[in-house]
């Protein structure tokens, strides 16, 4: 059984990115967490395997306490951030709905992010996509990268 962590705040698209996993992974069990603050909780107490990551997040959960606080344009960072200090093993999934990721000030497009958060960070991140509820090709891209970095086979 493979541990994965989905932290995004969107429920729709929360939605739309474990069906993805969990039609692609086998006897994969999905923990969710919804800010900043509860990925780090979570993290700090058992690190996942997978973890597919939103990089705009809220402080907290919605439902918690202030209401979700303060909104994070990077807030994902911070779990990279993390997970380096805690030399955790996670292999990270960036899925966004922005075209590119501030990484020391300068806005890296998807394409380029993975290798500069792996380097920066000392962690693994496989892909960076884009996501679109209006177009599909974000399933298919993450399917590949799924299929071929956990499951060791292309498609």
Same mark, same amino acid.
């Given at each position: ?7 995004e ?7 739309? %990115?474990?069906?993805v ?84 000030? %300068? ?49």
């Amino acid at each position: 059984m493979m541990d994965a962590m989905l932290v995004e705040d969107d429920e729709f698209k929360a939605a739309d %990115i474990a069906r993805v996993v969990l039609d692609n992974i086998p006897g994969v069990v999905i923990q969710r967490a919804a800010s900043v603050n509860s990925a780090l909780k979570a993290i700090s107490i058992k690190p996942p395997h997978v973890m597919l990551l939103d990089m705009s997040l809220p402080t907290f959960d919605l439902s918690g306490p202030g209401g979700g606080g303060s909104p994070q344009s990077q807030g994902g960072i911070e779990v990279l951030r993390l997970s380096r200090r805690l030399k955790q093993e996670t292999i990270f999934f960036i899925i966004t709905q922005y075209p590119g990721i501030e990484i020391d000030g %300068i806005e890296v497009p998807l394409s380029g992010a993975a290798a500069k958060l792996s380097k920066k960070f000392n962690v693994e991140v496989c892909s960076c996509i884009g996501y679109d509820f209006e177009n599909d090709q974000w399933r298919a891209l993450l399917t590949t990268a799924l299929q071929t970095r956990i499951c060791g086979e292309k498609l």
